[in-house]
């Protein structure tokens, strides 16, 4: 089984933002040594528990801390930007570590209304464009990208693009990396419902794209590991409160699900978030490998303690490969 990292690089302990990205550079290097394929960091926006707003910058400095580890964004929030620029910074990136770097999108605000307007007007409507979006950028990531006939290339070029990821929570999402053959990660940390519809229109659906010649689906797991039952459940359920964003609502615009949230024994328990001793987070693993038939997972860790939150991907990286 392949397991990479999926950090939301919090602010955590009375840290500042300085100390937070550190300790994300800490985390790729411990999950490099301790055989984690993937590094990937998300964008948040005006969240004060949530340090990376840029995930391309992060990931520039993380590279030259580590050797091998696969490096990405989970997910860089495409409606808020021009694929032009996009696909610029991640050749960028794939130029600096060649054969190390992902491009992993989503379609999220990355906070509230208000933030989501500042950072590029109208959200929804650029939503909407989200079909054109993935057009244009797959065709820039693939060398094959015109505007009004002429040709652009997004410069510099890799010796080898960015592998391209889609991250979502649904059948739309996952029909959007059907039709632009990109690889699919299911958010199953944000959702309360199991992957198989979105897998199932995925799968059915997908067309082979240079980038992508074949289906490739990772699924992304809230996990929380600890020597006894107790405590893992204890280290999860004081996470969730700790990161929201000042003057967030209760409606899905205007909040953004991270492990945690659910209470132990809510509705979403065991799909969320895996929560136990390595050896049982490891065996719930590997039957969700078998229901879902893909052998990769993109770990979420969410504590109020760094030492902690290393601990656990430490623990279920030996339970699983020993």
Do not use: C, N
């Given at each position: 089984m392949k397991l990479g990292v999926l950090d939301l690089v919090p602010v955590l302990n009375g840290a500042d933002t300085s100390a937070a990205l550190e300790q994300a550079a800490r985390l790729a290097q411990a999950a490099e040594a301790l055989g984690y394929g993937r590094y990937w960091a998300a964008e948040h926006h005006d969240m004060p528990g949530l340090a990376c707003t840029a995930?391309?910058?992060?990931?520039?400095?993380?590279?030259?801390?580590?050797?091998?580890?696969?490096?990405?964004?989970?997910?860089?929030?495409?409606?808020?930007?021009?694929?032009?620029?996009?696909?610029?910074?991640?050749?960028?990136?794939?130029?600096?570590?060649?054969?190390?770097?992902d491009l992993g999108i989503g379609r999220a605000p990355g906070g509230t209304a208000h933030v989501s307007m500042a950072m590029s007007g109208n959200f929804l409507e650029?939503?909407?464009?989200?079909?054109?979006?993935?057009?244009s950028l797959t065709e820039l990531v693939g060398g094959r990208y015109e505007y009004e006939g002429v040709p652009v290339t997004a410069r510099p070029v890799p010796a080898e693009p960015p592998e391209l990821w889609l991250l979502g929570t649904n059948a739309r999402s996952a029909g959007y990396a059907a039709q632009f053959g990109t690889g699919y990660v299911f958010g199953q940390f944000m959702s309360d419902a199991g992957a198989e519809e979105a897998l199932a229109a995925y799968r059915g659906g997908f067309v082979p794209s240079r980038l992508c010649p074949s289906p490739r689906v990772m699924i992304a797991v809230g996990a929380v590991c600890a020597e006894t039952e107790a405590e893992a459940?204890?280290?999860?359920?004081?996470?969730?409160?700790?990161?929201?964003?000042?003057?967030?609502?209760?409606?899905?615009?205007?909040?953004?699900?991270?492990?945690?949230?659910?209470?132990?024994?809510?509705?979403?328990?065991g799909r969320r978030l895996l929560a136990g001793r390595p050896e049982d987070v490891a065996a719930q693993l590997r039957e969700l490998s078998r229901r879902y038939g893909t052998d990769e997972f993109i770990v979420v860790t969410m504590t109020g303690d760094y030492r902690k939150r290393l601990r656990s991907y430490k623990l279920l990286a030996e339970a699983l490969w020993g």
């Open positions: 995930p391309e910058v992060l990931l520039a400095h993380v590279g030259a801390r580590t050797r091998r580890i696969r490096l990405g964004s989970g997910a860089l929030l495409l409606p808020h930007y021009r694929p032009l620029k996009v696909a610029e910074s991640f050749h960028m990136l794939a130029s600096l570590y060649p054969g190390r770097i650029h939503v909407r464009e989200m079909p054109e979006l993935l057009r459940r204890q280290l999860a359920a004081s996470a969730g409160a700790l990161f929201r964003p000042e003057g967030a609502g209760d409606s899905a615009a205007d909040s953004t699900p991270l492990p945690g949230d659910s209470p132990a024994g809510g509705p979403a328990e």
